[in-house]
């Protein structure tokens, strides 16, 4: 059976690169195939490496919060270039100042994410979570994302 595999990297002019490395560790390590496009990754990179390889997933990572910036209009650039159905997930420090994380989770789903993670998410569960989320969907019965009001 094929490793899911995984697109990574942190989006836009955010630098940060120590997460990005622990998340490809991690990732590798629950077996999948990770494809880390590092620091600094346009909307556009991100597409192009799953079309690529045809991956199962996009996970973002943002730390400078201008994550709720640099994410606008992924989901529909997604299906503009053909691969409107993929996972998207982001996590990380995603807005700047403090809110409250369920304002920042509805946001981010609004703008099409499967998957809102905090900054102190166990990192063994967003596995998990990404492992289901492929599995059904690989089933065809993709999770639909949370009703947003």
């Known amino acids: 059976m094929k490793k899911p595999t995984l697109v990574i990297g ?3 002019a955010d630098c940060h690169a120590v997460g ?3 998340l490809d560790r991690v990732f590798t390590a629950h077996d999948f195939q990770v494809i880390n496009l590092g620091v600094m990754v346009s909307q556009d990179e991100y597409i192009d490496a799953a079309i690529e390889t045809g991956a ?3 996970v973002v990572s943002s730390i400078y919060g201008h ?3 640099d994410c606008l209009g992924l989901r529909e ?3 503009e270039r053909g691969v409107g159905e993929i996972l998207l997930y982001v996590g990380g ?6 809110h409250d994380f369920v304002d920042v989770e509805h946001k981010f789903k609004q703008m099409g994410f499967d998957r809102v993670f905090s900054p102190s998410h166990d990192l063994e569960d967003v596995c998990e979570l990404i492992t289901t989320d492929i599995n059904n969907k690989l089933t065809n019965n993709r999770p639909q994302p949370e009703e947003v009001v």
């Not at 420090?93 to 403090?98: E, I």
């Open 20 to 22: 990005n490395k622990v």
């Open 56 to 58: 199962d997933a996009i």
């Open 93 to 98: 420090n995603l807005v700047v100042g403090k």
């Open 77 to 79: 650039r997604c299906i």
């Open 67 to 69: 994550g709720d910036i």
């Open 10 to 12: 942190v989006i836009g």
